[in-house]
């Protein structure tokens, strides 16, 4: 699995592999799969769904709470139903 390497530099909408993508294979095998997610918000991608608007959020509990929302929002475009996303707040 290209995640497993770890060290994506773009959410990618345009990049050589992104989650939607890794998401639709999985979807293909089988219908009934769960997804979850851990990455760390520290150096998230610049183009991450909410990002820049995220910075304006001081709280660091709420602008993790924003981005996943707006994660999960962007994964649902794709009917991904069982997708569960999580950011890991590493550094305060």
Known sequence: MP??????????KN?????EKLISQWRK???DVWI??????YDLPLDFPART????????????SALESAWEADIR??????FIPHLQLHEI
């Open 3 to 12: 995640f497993s390497k770890g060290g994506g530099r773009s959410y990618g």
């Open 15 to 19: 990049s050589e592999w992104t989650l």
């Open 29 to 31: 095998k089988k219908t």
């Open 36 to 41: 979850t997610s851990l990455f760390d918000v």
């Open 53 to 64: 608007e995220s910075l304006k959020i001081r709280d660091d509990y709420a602008k993790v």
């Open 77 to 82: 475009i794709l009917e991904a139903h069982r």
